[in-house]
């Protein structure tokens, strides 16, 4: 059961705009979304996160918006620089527990 | 900055072999999760200790499959009779309960290669 979904496998931008990686889930239980950054050869690391009292959190040049009735999140990274290309993947818990990923959108910056 | 340390980095053995990959989460972390991970998806969650007690294991978890994490410390995840559907990355995940709304820490995990 595909529980949290991304349904972008690739998203391509120039250096310098901006990344929208969108994320979709479907179990209203989850209180908790994060979103976490991948280079090859290493573990997830973590980049983000947002509580479901909340509908935006902002760290830097990246922002996470929850849309709680769509049951959407996503995340905006601006501006993008080429460093930024990795896998990212959008991931939803609830209490903290039972943390469920999405399969992942690899994000490539052109410079 | 010692993070969640996982060894070792790569394995490759036989079908049917017997492997066994350890973490060693970040030390003032008592909850330790494993996930496995295949080409084009996400980490799917198999078992979870707080402190030394494994509190919760996902069906993914066959009875080849066994994970210890005895003094509450590192974690071991050992695989039995290993067959080519065991081929992925093995990734070892820590945080702290109590807290309200933790990340959880990931390491570099263990790739698994079945021959």
């Known amino acids: 059961d595909q529980q949290v979904k991304q349904n972008s496998p690739s998203l391509s931008v120039q250096e310098g705009r901006i990344s929208i990686l969108n994320c979709d889930y479907t179990?209203?239980?989850?209180?908790?979304f994060l979103w976490y950054k991948k280079y090859p050869a290493e573990g997830p690391t973590f980049l983000i996160s947002?509580?479901?009292?909340?509908d935006k959190n902002e760290d830097g040049r990246f922002t996470v918006f929850l849309n709680k009735s769509a049951k959407h999140l996503s995340l905006h990274i601006v501006p993008s620089q080429p460093g930024d290309s990795a896998v990212y993947f959008c991931?939803?818990?609830?209490?903290?527990?039972?943390?469920?990923f999405g399969a992942g959108t690899r994000l490539t910056v052109k410079p | 900055d010692t993070g969640v340390s996982q060894n070792p980095r790569h394995k490759i053995t036989k079908r049917g072999q017997n492997v066994t990959f350890r973490c060693d989460p970040i030390?003032?972390?008592?909850?330790l999760y494993w996930y496995r991970q295949t080409l084009g998806q996400g980490p799917e969650f198999l078992t979870y200790?707080?402190?030394?007690?494994?509190?919760?294991k996902s069906r993914l978890l066959s009875d080849r499959f066994s994970a210890e994490r005895p003094k509450g410390s590192f974690s071991t995840l050992e695989i039995q009779r290993t067959e080519q559907g065991d081929s992925a990355m093995y990734l070892c995940?820590?945080?702290?309960?109590?807290?309200?709304?933790?990340?959880?820490?990931f390491g570099d995990g263990t790739r698994l290669s079945i021959l």
């Open positions: 991931a939803a818990s609830v209490n903290n527990n039972d943390m469920r």
């Open positions: 179990n209203s239980m989850f209180d908790y």
């Open positions: 947002i509580s479901s009292i909340k």
């Open positions: 030390s003032e972390h008592n909850r």
């Open positions: 200790f707080q402190n030394e007690a494994q509190l919760e």
């Open positions: 995940a820590s945080d702290s309960a109590g807290g309200k709304n933790q990340p959880q820490h």
